[in-house]
């Protein structure tokens, strides 16, 4: 009897211990369903385009160039035809700059205040370009699964339309001691004079006196898409991209005026697919 007394009274806290132990709840955590959920997804869709079915019928995007002369932002629309061929068009807004421009820095005073500003000197245009243009995207490479990088070539062309706006500096005019923001006209020695230039005028200056020059433009480049199987577009460009208008285009004075213009560029692009 006294045995078991002991034996009951060793028992009691283990069994505390065991009573203490929280039991694990029987619910699954809400992120692993919603990643188990999104394998499962991704996994029909690898199964679907295997067996020839069209996964996505149609994409929008939008993205930011840098060119080796300028700069870009467009919009894009795709309409896919087959798994691997998407018919597209494209609006792009950009600016064209000389290899040779330079900005100079300036230092002056107006109203007993200091302004910093800066110029380029001998530039008389700026060159704005507005293009749209018909193309294609063709898948030519790609992993089936979630990580997997789809590798496109891009090809096609359209309309180009040239904007130069004039490019106004400011300067201190010694005829008339005063500050005037000027142009260049045909042997204007006041605007290539840099000791009379005080910076560059205004950035609305001249819109009402931008010219529009028609041209053609051809582009080809790879995409690299990190969101093959996913709503979302998340990819990288690189391509090349030249253009033709039908007169020179003056952006830099002392400098060959010309109407071909060939670049290379790096692309970022977002956007969605439906």
Known sequence: MKKLFIIVLMACPAAGVFAQQPVKSATPDPKQLKRAERRERINQLIKQEEEGALIYQKQGAFGFKFNTDGW??????????????????????????????????????SSGFLIISSYIYGKRNNFYYLKGGIGRQTLIGGKGNKNGVAVSAIYGGGLSLGL???????????????????????NDSLFLDPSIILGRGGLTK????????????????????????????????????????????????????????????????????K
Do not use: C
């Open 164 to 186: 130069l706006k004039p490019y106004y500096i400011e300067i201190d005019n010694p005829t008339t001691g005063k500050r005037e923001q000027i142009k260049y006209n045909n």
């Open 206 to 273: 001249g819109l009402g006196e931008m010219k529009i020059v028609p041209g053609i433009h051809a582009r080809t480049a790879l995409r690299f898409d990190y969101g093959r199987f996913n709503e979302l577009i998340s990819a990288l460009e690189v391509g090349l991209n030249a253009e033709y208008y039908t007169q020179s285009m003056p952006i830099l004075l002392l400098n060959k005026e010309k109407k071909f213009f060939f670049n290379a560029y790096v692309a970022l692009t977002f956007g969605r697919r």
């Open 72 to 109: 870009g932002m467009f919009y894009e629309h795709g309409k896919y035809k087959t798994i691997t061929n998407t018919n597209l068009w494209w609006l792009e807004f950009g600016e064209r700059k000389h290899p040779k421009e330079e900005k100079v820095p300036t230092l002056s005073a």
